[in-house]
């Protein structure tokens, strides 16, 4: 019944590694019953052999569920251990050594089985003691662990801050795991049941131990799929993120380092005079900060494209606009776009932090590509910001770039005009504070 | 980086001595570096279980969570300088004319670690040196015995692991040893400090994080 449940409900909607083990462990146990059926045991060591073999699934599920909470499950499987069990390296020797212990246990209660056969595919048979060490054998480990994974997964579903659905996710799987720990801890006691209980009072026993283990094992099987069934798909894919790493970040780190390390040897030896007077400009015409700032990183940036030296050889067009590409590609992903954030310093948390978006090289890269590149194309009849006139304005002026092509470009307008101004008034006051120095 | 041994007294300076004479000798039976075996590059996954150590996994988390939270795990003093252009004009000049964007410093007796960087930096850029920095101190890379660093020849790019070298004490919070190779530490210290911005900014929107909370 199990298996058809796993294998009509939930194996087309969520395959994943562990439910399509669950469910050929299932089958075999489906197999091993319908042979029990059809095949008459006789003798001991038969039942012992096909007991052990319809107990091994569930043994094997166990070692699955430790090894994945300790992230030893081979590399294709999924490596990460659980969060409790990666910040305690002791659960995690603990829960890796499952399927060796596991392992050993059965292979010795096979022992004893086969040494001293007993009739262990008849329920309510009397039994001898052997029997209940087999059982014994076998059920601690597997309680013993089943237990300790119900525990973690408590443990996982208990962060603070998490998701509700991880949440229900954990508690369904231990639910799971601690049903299987209760139907070890019953089937042990069934055991001893029938070695040392016979009678009418022993028979009662039994079957009621018999309905309790059934209740468990549906239990079980539902909080299993409960929990598989429960899905939660990330905000940002691993691949996305692999692909911001190596394009996006490293593009701008390299480009943004390779501009501070010319611009601080003094590669770029007309750009003092000139972003000072930017600075000074924006101030006379009362722009905002953030203005400035793009001001300032636009007149950077033209000054490090167009110097000649060796030191700048890293930050051409070419670069700025490859790096503007990539940014405008998180930009069309909003969610992504205002995750992807940075402090303005250390420790300043009372500042914004900035985005791809509010940081001014964005801005910066547009205006400077479309001051120094001639082939870029301007996004139509758009009126650029006062600072985009100003930062032309004092380019031309320091000869970074071609003062007839920036008129022809700005068009002599009345925004033209007044960066003109501006910047005439903010080289004349610095001049003044210069000679007054 | 740089590194500031202890200053040791009289048994210590003796055991110096010993240990003086000893490496030829070691060094005698093997032509090259010490390495205590090979391991691959760090992977955003393994980064995951580091941020899991210091309770960071599926959090939200500035990089001075980041310092804090590792400074406390590895039982040292963390302290981080952004030195202002005004104060230190000359700190910006000779570290962009020498290729770096930040120092660290680690004084053993102390227990301290300091990061200077200039004020100047782009915030992304300053961002990413302290986290580079720092992702040092995570890997062990300050506990490694100066004479065992292998010779600088350029790591084949198709290999899929690398060596690396033992480490003399202190604590690290990554599982492998620091990489023989300086090309290599310097390599994995970016990678960590990617992965450090991409987990504190996503918290657990991180495909990573989420792993860690649905095993099966």
Not at chain 1, 394 to 422: F, N, T, W
Not at chain 2, 186 to 207: I, K, M, Q, T, V
Request: proline letters at 6%; hydrophobic letters at 45%.
């Amino acid at each position: 019944m199990a298996f058809i449940v796993f294998l009509c409900f939930l194996l087309p909607s969520r395959g994943t590694k562990f439910s399509i083990f669950a469910a050929c462990n299932l089958f075999f146990v489906a197999l091993m019953f319908g042979a029990v059926g059809l095949i008459d045991l006789a003798g001991g060591r038969a039942e012992i052999m096909v007991a052990i073999m319809t107990e091994l699934p569930v043994v094997l599920i166990v070692a699955w569920v430790c090894l994945a909470l300790a992230g030893g499950l081979p590399s294709r499987f999924g490596t990460l251990p659980a969060e409790p069990v990666a910040r305690r390296p002791w659960l995690r020797t603990l829960l890796v050594s499952a399927p060796l212990v596991l392992g050993v246990s059965v292979g010795l209660a096979t022992v004893v089985g086969l040494v001293w056969p007993s009739p262990a595919m008849r329920v309510y048979a009397p039994a001898p003691p052997q029997f209940f060490v087999l059982k014994a054998l076998m059920m601690a480990p597997e309680g013993l662990y089943s237990g300790i994974a119900s525990v973690v997964f408590v443990m996982a579903g208990w962060t603070p801050g998490l998701k509700r659905r991880f949440y229900y996710k954990n508690l369904a799987f231990s639910v799971g795991m601690a049903c299987i720990a209760l139907i070890a801890v019953e089937s042990t006691i069934f055991a001893g049941s029938r070695v040392w209980f016979s009678g009418d009072g022993g028979r009662a026993l039994l079957k009621t131990l018999n309905t309790l283990e059934a209740c468990l094992a549906i239990v079980c099987i539902l909080a299993f799929i409960a929990g598989l069934s429960l899905r939660y798909t990330p905000t940002v894919a691993a691949t996305l993120l692999y692909r911001l790493q190596s394009g996006w970040l490293h593009a701008q780190e390299e480009f943004e380092s390779h501009e501070w390390q010319a611009v601080s040897s003094g590669a770029a030896d007309r750009l003092a005079h000139a972003s000072r007077a930017v600075v000074e400009a924006c101030h006379l015409r009362g722009l905002s900060t953030s203005h400035t700032e793009r001001a300032l990183a636009t007149i950077r940036l033209v000054a490090v494209m167009r110097d000649p030296s060796s030191e700048t050889q890293n930050i051409t067009p070419d670069a700025a606009r490859k790096l503007y590409e990539l940014q405008q590609e998180i930009l069309c992903d909003d969610v992504l776009a205002s995750k992807i954030s940075w402090a303005a310093g250390w420790r300043s948390r009372p500042h914004e932090p900035q985005t791809v978006k509010s940081a001014p090289l964005h801005d910066a890269l547009k205006a400077a590509l479309e001051l120094v590149d001639n082939d870029v194309e301007s996004e139509g009849e758009r009126t650029p910001p006062l600072w985009y006139y100003i930062v032309a304005v004092s380019a031309a002026d320091a000869k970074m770039i071609d003062p007839a092509q920036v008129s022809k470009q700005l068009r002599d307008g009345p925004e033209h005009r007044a960066a003109v101004e501006a910047y005439d008034s903010a080289k004349r006051s610095l001049r003044r504070i210069e000679d007054r120095d | 980086m740089r590194v500031e041994v202890p200053r040791r007294d009289l048994t210590g300076l003796f055991l110096d001595r010993l240990a003086v004479l000893w490496r030829p000798l070691r060094n005698l039976g093997a032509a090259q570096t010490r390495v205590e075996g090979t391991r691959s590059l760090l992977t955003a996954a393994e980064f995951q279980e580091e941020l899991a150590i210091l309770g960071l996994s599926g959090r939200r988390f500035e990089p001075e969570d980041y310092s804090d939270a590792l400074a406390d795990y590895l039982d040292i003093s963390i302290v981080v300088h952004v030195i202002p252009d005004s104060w230190y004009p000359e700190l910006s000049r000779l570290l962009a004319l020498s290729g770096r964007l930040g120092e660290l410093r680690y004084s053993e007796p102390m227990n301290l670690a300091a990061i200077l960087v200039p004020g100047s930096l782009p915030p992304l850029v300053l961002t990413l040196t302290i986290l580079h920095e720092l992702g040092h101190l995570a890997a062990g890379d300050l506990l490694i015995d100066p004479d065992d660093q292998s010779a600088e020849d350029d790591p084949e790019l198709e290999e899929a692991t690398f060596g690396t070298l033992p480490l003399k004490k202190g604590k690290k919070l990554a599982r492998g040893y620091p990489f023989a190779r300086e090309s290599l530490r310097e390599r994995e210290a970016n990678l960590r400090a990617s992965y450090a911005l991409f987990a504190g900014c996503l918290g657990d929107d991180s495909p990573h994080a989420y792993d860690m909370y649905d095993v099966l």
